[in-house]
């Protein structure tokens, strides 16, 4: 299944925000996958795909599992400003 | 098992422990282990052969996955996201091959430096759970790009 959100860290899912997100990825222990809409799906505990991806502050994303619960709780991970934490 | 990785300098210039970096994110080591560098030079030369994991659309860094697996971020300048690309010149692709030696990017330091922003670069380590044995050739000082810098295993 899939869920889209919207990335709310204003200079996107990059260093700390992207490194909040692969953590929480890693620890769902489950297989989860990102990409921009109709785009190529990256492996979303990768700090490196995610980082290299450069999305942005506002992008809408795609997020592919397995896990209803951990989408869920990724969707509101990435829909919170990383930044201002 | 994963074998080990010799890691060289990317840039010429002085290295610096991780904790002296201007950046909590870095110098927390929440990215990941492994030193900076504050380049004298504005050129990124790969310091393995690999392949490139991530090329940053903006330029300000790349990613780079050796044969053995292990991930290195070299992430040039501190908030240079924000620049967007101003600066820096990307010489590869996603998913290419390179060779150590080979010229990564190429970014102009007094550009980074009139806009703001210190270009103190960490290279680090991003797979940590795959790699976590990092040890230190040099931990403070000049250094030449291409010298050893530092291994890793796994």
Known sequence: MERTAVIASKLGLHARPAQTFTKAVAASGAKVTIGRPGGKAANAASLLSVM?????????????SDDADVLDSLVKLVETDLDAE | MAGVTQVRAPLSGQVIPLT????PV?????MGD????IPSQGKL??????????IFPTGHAVGLRSA???????HIGIDTVALNGKGFKANVVQGQKVRAGDVLV?????TIEAAGYKVVTPVIVTNPDEFPNLARQIATGPITAGNNLYTVSG
């Open chain 2, 68 to 74: 053995d697996g292990a991930e290195i971020l070299m």
């Open chain 2, 26 to 30: 870095f110098a927390g080591g929440m």
């Open chain 1, 52 to 64: 290299g991806m450069g999305l942005k502050g506002g992008e809408e994303i795609v997020l592919v």
């Open chain 2, 106 to 110: 190429d970014f102009d330091i007094p």
């Open chain 2, 34 to 37: 492994g030193v900076a560098i």
């Open chain 2, 20 to 23: 002296e970096v201007p950046d």
């Open chain 2, 45 to 54: 030369f790969a310091p393995f052969d690999g392949e490139v994991a991530a």
